[in-house]
């Protein structure tokens, strides 16, 4: 099983939809949780971090489910724009290195 | 305002030969780490340097060596490059090791034949 794992998707979305999708962790310790987005062929860019009490930023909504160790992610109101991968990030614990780990990312396409 | 810069952007190699990728950062921060990215993969570490003067392996670290040279920069070489190296590589950087956002280099894209 993969340490972090994402639907590789597309996701085909109607610009002005919502779109939401998870990212799995193996490691019940994992300490902090982040979405980046990476567009293509370019690098990859932090878009938000995840709290346990769950956050927004603009039309940005990320979640955390401790219980079954899931991040998700959920777009409101799509633009063209939003069109990219996003890449779900789990900082392992201190005890497995202490270091960032990146899922697979997942593909979201925006069309008019 | 730069950021991360690496070097070369795109390079062709044939089996055995080797190269150097180059990474400098302006922004004063500790840790610097290299990373590739294959498809379906998600990006892998190879080396990082947690500060200036120490390197430590990653996840993949086998065929590849680094050198922290001082605080700004930190290079990724491949003695004897393989097929299975093919890839896009990205240096990144974080305040600390312990920070947890990385600010990323544009990539450099790595075929070899």
């Known amino acids: 099983r993969k340490e972090v794992e994402q639907d590789p998707g597309p996701f085909n979305v109607p610009e002005g939809a919502t779109v939401a999708f998870n990212c799995t962790y193996s490691?019940?310790?994992?300490?902090?949780f982040f979405w980046y987005r990476q567009d293509c062929r370019k690098e990859p860019k932090l878009l938000m971090s995840?709290?346990?009490s769950g956050n927004e930023d603009g039309r940005f909504t990320a979640q955390l489910n401790r219980a079954s160790q899931y991040i998700s992610l959920l777009i409101r109101d799509s633009k063209l724009s939003d069109s990219a991968t996003y890449l779900c990030?789990?900082?392992?614990?201190?005890?497995?290195?202490?270091?960032?780990?990146f899922g697979g990312g997942t593909r979201v396409l925006v069309k008019p | 305002n730069a950021g991360v810069t690496q070097t070369p952007k795109f390079q062709v190699l044939k089996t055995g030969q080797s190269m150097t990728l180059q990474c400098a950062q302006d922004?004063?921060?500790?840790?610097m780490y290299w990373y590739r990215q294959d498809p379906g993969m998600g990006l892998r570490l190879i080396y990082y340097?947690?500060?200036?003067?120490?390197?430590d392996k990653g996840e993949v670290p086998n065929g590849y060596n680094v050198s922290r040279l001082n605080k700004r920069e930190f290079s990724l070489r491949l003695e004897s490059a393989a097929p299975s190296q093919t890839s896009v590589y990205f240096c990144?950087?974080?305040?600390?090791?312990?920070?947890?956002?990385?600010?990323f280099g544009a990539g450099s894209r790595l075929t070899v034949l």
């Open positions: 990144a950087s974080s305040v600390s090791s312990g920070a947890n956002v990385l600010t």
């Open positions: 490691n019940s310790a994992s300490q902090s």
């Open positions: 995840v709290y346990s």
């Open positions: 340097s947690a500060s200036e003067g120490t390197t």
């Open positions: 990030v789990v900082l392992r614990p201190p005890a497995a290195g202490n270091k960032l780990t």
């Open positions: 922004m004063n921060h500790n840790s």
